[in-house]
């Protein structure tokens, strides 16, 4: 929509059910690329409030989650709680499972309006079998951290919600949290586009201190392309609506958040139905999304959505070739359907003779995460045992 339009000269009954079919549109789009961040775990950290500090209270993150623990996984307390500041400034909320001196790291890369606490079954799985030890040494550190606006993050300007801004917040924690020693980057739908966009930054990482990478539910591009599995007309319709909602949401949050509110049935409805592969997900894992997405401000949906429509990372997949890769989807995503994995998988080479794995899990949709955890969490597992001895061949130790 053109910068002078005046979309609040229509008649305000009309407006507001454009926004709301333009919100369930939003959703979807949001949901293809994660989820929004539980308000349990979404206290806003701005760099004007924290300025230099070097430690994030506890509270504001991971300790909250605990005390709800709405999905009553237990979830694993962090070491460390730290911040990590971004080449404009945003300060970017990180935490830590395992010894700064664990011969590998990885780092997690959440979804658009997800935080940290999306990897909530990973954390605790992962931490119990690489950070724990029982009285061993370790075998990996774990690394989280919530991306620009979204969980215990700054927001930065609007025109720094892209893709390659993201990239370069990860190069941040990357340099800031994991200066020497491999890397195993791990990213969920945005994130995984995040780990692409890294790749087109600094391609030299890859091969060196980026030892391997996971694509889990995510794409390379054409994201504006996609129906969420609805039919022509709905999906014409919603073409329509989203740049009115896109545009209230910018310029006019406030009453997009009422807006919000009013149709939270009907999102709850849409997102169950678009996140999920099976009819029948446990109630609580539907709670927990809706929970999370209306933590989301509007203002920060709409600013990264035309990163996200406009999406091209094909030709950063020739970095990722020098390293194991794992690319994981859910046969039933409607979101973000397992063709993209199909055609990242070819651009990474295939799998015969190449670096690449490829998992599709039955029965799971776009939240894979959530819906079949121990198997994301498997694949995760036997990727970083792929590079361990990948590099321990190239070494010869």
Sequence with gaps: ???????????????????????????????AVGVAVSRIATRRVRAAELGPAAELPESLTAGQLRQADPLGIESRPADRSTLVRADDGVLL?????????????????????????????QRRTLAAELATGNGHRPDARLVFYDQRGHGA????????STIDQLARDLLA????????????????????????????????LFGGRVAGAALVATSSGNLAELTFGLPEMLTRVRAAVLPVAAWTMRHRPAFAERTRRVAAELVSVATRALSFGSADVD????????????????????????????????????????????????????MIPKEH???????????????????????????VTLEAPDEVSRALTDLLRQVVAARTSRTGG
Excluded at 5 to 31: E, N, S, V, W, Y
Excluded at 93 to 121: C, K, N, Q, R
Excluded at 174 to 189: E, K, M, N, Y
């Design 153 to 160: 993050s700054g927001r930065g300007a609007p025109e720094h």
């Design 1 to 31: 929509m053109a910068r002078d339009a005046k979309p609040a000269r229509k008649h305000p009954k009309a407006h507001a059910a454009g926004l709301i079919g333009g919100l369930l549109g939003l959703a979807a789009a949001g949901t």
């Design 341 to 367: 994995s199909d055609l990242l998988v070819e651009g990474l080479g295939g799998e015969d003779g190449g670096s690449v794995r490829y998992v599709v899990v039955p029965g799971a949709g776009h939240m």
């Design 173 to 204: 924690v990357l340099d800031s949290r994991a200066p020497h020693g491999p890397v195993v980057l791990v990213g969920h739908s945005m994130g995984g586009m995040t780990v692409m966009g890294l790749a087109a930054l600094r391609p030299d």
């Design 283 to 334: 109630p609580v894992l539907g709670r927990y999304v809706d929970a999370m997405i209306a933590g989301t401000p509007v203002d920060v949906i709409a600013e990264f959505y035309p990163a996200l429509a406009g999406l091209d990372e094909t030709g950063s997949l020739q970095p990722l070739r020098a390293v194991p890769t794992l690319v994981l989807t859910g046969d039933r995503d409607k």
């Design 93 to 121: 909320a990180v935490e830590e499972i395992g010894p700064l001196d664990a011969p590998l790291t990885v780092i997690f890369v959440h979804g658009y309006s997800l935080s940290m606490a999306s990897w909530a079954f």
